[in-house]
């Protein structure tokens, strides 16, 4: 067994034993459903003051650094395996390449370019997903391949052509679907890379590219996209004891509570007058499962609590009769909403380590096929919070050199 897939079987075995924690949604809860098995964290999370929890959920390092500091043991297991850190040089200068970039994006894609450099040169390369091509016009300019680009929105690709001629580069952009078999031609190229490809888009992508490519490197996002329920791919993962289903492959991009005062302040009142409204739901269906509500508008939450009631009441066919017991929802809400706000600590807390896994299972797969493979935090989480690449080389096989080099 190989030193990755070891640390997956680790992972996976550890947080399978404390599913019991990141499995729950907070949001659905009404106290601690664990709190019998881990009594003294319970009473340490209910007493936690209200700044203390803003300040965790404002970021998740300090959800981390409580919950490690009540789960010592489990934290010392989980935290065996670490990505390899990688601090990029970034150059802040104003170049002509930039314009039209958003500034993050143009510093992930100097960081992402600056991975790719420690592999070996290559002259041709494939950029999956690519949009408009920024990165690939970057690869091109900056390490001197040729990079064909694939999109499947034919306006991206236009206009990602139109924009590379301005620098003239030698980029190729094909519209084409990154889901079914991309044509030879593209998939003959020595190193493919991914920035930030989707749940879905990125599993095809390892699984058309592995195997074929020299050198692989991605980093991948939105896992849950277009996930199957069991959509792990290296033997390791799939053998292990730790199997997430789409819905559990959202937990890794949970936001962390961010925004100005105003945005906390309306994400803090829909959250307690949907929870107070489902107390009174609850309470008149004779049905204690939580209802879900669509989206809902930012002048209702404007208007008197009432409004929001009867509309919530009205979207799932009752009538709502209660109006002068509306504070007292209220007030339950708003220890529903305390509570669910302390219990998502513990997803926080928990979610970077089953990130960890998916992505140990994109590096086992590749190793169970003959690369040599990396993970790497390619720049500082406050720049992405996607940062993981996962870079798949294939060993030097002299057979694979063109006859005539041989
Ligand atoms: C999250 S963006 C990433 C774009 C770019 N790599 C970046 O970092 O800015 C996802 C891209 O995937 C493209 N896309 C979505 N579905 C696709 C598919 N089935 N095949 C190919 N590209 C697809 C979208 O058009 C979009 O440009």
């Given at each position: 067994?190989?030193?990755?897939?070891?640390?997956?079987?680790?992972?996976?075995?550890?947080?399978?034993?404390?599913?019991?924690?990141?499995?729950?949604?907070?949001?659905?809860?009404?106290?601690?459903?664990?709190?019998?098995?881990e009594p003294a964290m319970q009473d340490a999370l209910l007493s936690l003051s209200q700044a203390?929890?803003?300040a965790m959920l404002s970021d998740s390092c300090h959800s981390e650094t409580w919950l490690a500091h009540q789960l010592p043991s489990l934290f010392e297991v989980l935290r065996q395996w670490q990505p390899m850190s990688f601090t990029p040089q970034f150059d802040h200068q104003h170049d002509a390449m930039s314009i039209g970039?958003?500034?993050?994006?143009?510093?992930?894609?100097?960081?992402f370019h600056q991975v790719t450099q420690h592999l070996p040169a290559v002259l041709t390369c494939t950029d999956w997903c690519g949009g408009k091509g920024y990165l690939a016009a970057y690869l091109a300019s900056h390490q001197g391949c040729q990079v064909d680009c694939i999109d499947i929105d034919q306006t991206l690709c236009e206009e990602g052509a139109q924009r590379v001629d301005q620098y003239d580069l030698p980029v190729a952009f094909h519209r084409c679907d990154a889901l079914q078999p991309v044509a030879n031609d593209v998939l003959a190229n020595e190193r493919h890379v991914a920035l930030h490809a989707c749940g879905e888009l990125?599993?095809?992508?390892?699984?058309?590219?592995?195997?074929?490519?020299?050198?692989v490197c991605i980093s991948p996002c939105c896992y849950h996209l277009g996930a199957s329920d069991i959509c792990q791919l290296s033997e390791a993962a799939k053998q292990s004891d730790l199997q997430l289903n789409a819905k559990e492959l959202r937990i890794p991009l949970l936001e962390t509570v961010t925004g100005g005062q105003q945005a906390l302040r309306n994400r803090r009142t829909e959250q307690?007058?949907?929870?107070?409204?489902?107390?009174?739901?609850?309470?008149?269906?004779?049905?204690?499962?939580?209802?879900?509500?669509?989206?809902?508008?930012?002048?209702?939450?404007?208007?008197?609590?009432?409004?929001?009631?009867?509309?919530?009441?009205?979207?799932?066919?009752l009538v709502f009769d209660a109006e002068d017991q509306v504070e007292l929802y209220l007030i339950q809400g708003e220890r529903d909403f305390a509570m669910s706000e302390r219990l998502g600590i513990i997803r926080q807390g928990l979610k970077r380590y089953l990130e960890?896994?998916?992505?140990?299972?994109?590096?086992?797969?590749?190793e169970e096929c003959g690369y040599r493979t990396n993970i790497v935090a390619f720049c500082d989480k406050?720049?992405?919070?996607?940062?993981?690449?996962?870079?798949?080389?294939r060993p030097f096989d002299p057979s694979r050199l063109p006859r005539l080099l041989q």
């Amino acid at each position: 067994m190989t030193a990755l897939a070891h640390s997956l079987q680790i992972l996976a075995t550890t947080l399978q034993q404390h599913r019991y924690l990141w499995e729950p949604e907070p949001f659905l809860l009404r106290e601690a459903p664990w709190g019998a098995r881990e009594p003294a964290m319970q009473d340490a999370l209910l007493s936690l003051s209200q700044a203390e929890v803003d300040a965790m959920l404002s970021d998740s390092c300090h959800s981390e650094t409580w919950l490690a500091h009540q789960l010592p043991s489990l934290f010392e297991v989980l935290r065996q395996w670490q990505p390899m850190s990688f601090t990029p040089q970034f150059d802040h200068q104003h170049d002509a390449m930039s314009i039209g970039i958003g500034g993050r994006k143009w510093l992930q894609i100097q960081a992402f370019h600056q991975v790719t450099q420690h592999l070996p040169a290559v002259l041709t390369c494939t950029d999956w997903c690519g949009g408009k091509g920024y990165l690939a016009a970057y690869l091109a300019s900056h390490q001197g391949c040729q990079v064909d680009c694939i999109d499947i929105d034919q306006t991206l690709c236009e206009e990602g052509a139109q924009r590379v001629d301005q620098y003239d580069l030698p980029v190729a952009f094909h519209r084409c679907d990154a889901l079914q078999p991309v044509a030879n031609d593209v998939l003959a190229n020595e190193r493919h890379v991914a920035l930030h490809a989707c749940g879905e888009l990125h599993r095809s992508l390892w699984q058309q590219t592995i195997g074929v490519a020299e050198q692989v490197c991605i980093s991948p996002c939105c896992y849950h996209l277009g996930a199957s329920d069991i959509c792990q791919l290296s033997e390791a993962a799939k053998q292990s004891d730790l199997q997430l289903n789409a819905k559990e492959l959202r937990i890794p991009l949970l936001e962390t509570v961010t925004g100005g005062q105003q945005a906390l302040r309306n994400r803090r009142t829909e959250q307690i007058w949907r929870l107070a409204y489902d107390r009174w739901r609850a309470e008149a269906t004779d049905d204690p499962q939580y209802r879900p509500l669509r989206s809902v508008s930012k002048s209702l939450l404007k208007q008197d609590p009432r409004q929001f009631f009867e509309w919530a009441a009205t979207l799932h066919g009752l009538v709502f009769d209660a109006e002068d017991q509306v504070e007292l929802y209220l007030i339950q809400g708003e220890r529903d909403f305390a509570m669910s706000e302390r219990l998502g600590i513990i997803r926080q807390g928990l979610k970077r380590y089953l990130e960890y896994f998916v992505v140990l299972d994109l590096a086992c797969y590749a190793e169970e096929c003959g690369y040599r493979t990396n993970i790497v935090a390619f720049c500082d989480k406050s720049l992405t919070p996607r940062n993981l690449a996962v870079i798949a080389q294939r060993p030097f096989d002299p057979s694979r050199l063109p006859r005539l080099l041989q």
